[in-house]
């Protein structure tokens, strides 16, 4: 069965302490491993999509990576307005829907 | 402009109610999805229209019912409401079911509670 476990659950850090979140992914012929972002009250907002392992995307302060098994978001001197909830959602071949994690919710304190 | 809007943000309605949630994009997508979010966080995809035809309709109560009456809009009806119903329901688009690329583009949800 097709699943995406992400951890951990909570993650604390103070403002410029880097750190990785994990997704890891289970999935027949994936076709794609991306990356959103919750903030309270709205809906995810697309971050990246990786589609082979070893593929890398950056934006500012995120970087995500890819391995046959996992994905890692990490994020290099976070600053509190990165504070959020981030989602990994994973697609197969086997259907067009995305199977999501639970997300990691990160809080970046000044 | 609001590329995927959906309304009402906030629902309270008593338990044996009908209630429906309206969904619009401007984006000139293909793809629409309702998505049910719960306390867990969780995303769970309840049904997919492209181009006003349904493709993806997840074991869901038959008490929901999605419409689209052009792929622009996407309303979701749900029948004698149960307390269990009671998540944030986010309303998505994607450009087709197949190019995901680009990520799908969400709603800002609405919350709905069942008392």
Known sequence: ?110 | DTAVSQTPKYLVTQMGNDKSIKCEQNLGHDTMYWYKQDSKKFLKIMFSYNNKELIINETVPNRFSPKSPDKAHLNLHINSLELGDSAVYFCASSPTQDRVTYGYTFGSGTRLTVV
Do not use: M
């Open chain 1, 1 to 110: 069965e097709d699943q995406v476990t992400q951890s951990p659950e909570a993650l604390r850090l103070q403002e410029g302490e880097s750190s990785s979140l994990n997704c890891s992914y289970t999935v027949s012929g994936l076709r794609g491993l991306f990356w959103y972002r919750q903030d309270p009250g709205k809906g995810p907002e697309f971050l990246f999509t990786l589609y082979s392992a070893g593929e890398e995307k950056e934006k500012e302060r995120l970087k995500a990576t890819l391995t046959k098994k996992e994905s890692f978001l990490h994020i290099t001197a976070p600053k509190p307005e990165d504070s959020a909830t981030y989602l990994c959602a994973a697609r197969g071949e086997s259907n067009y829907q995305l199977i999501w994690g639970a997300g990691t919710k990160l809080i970046i304190k000044p």
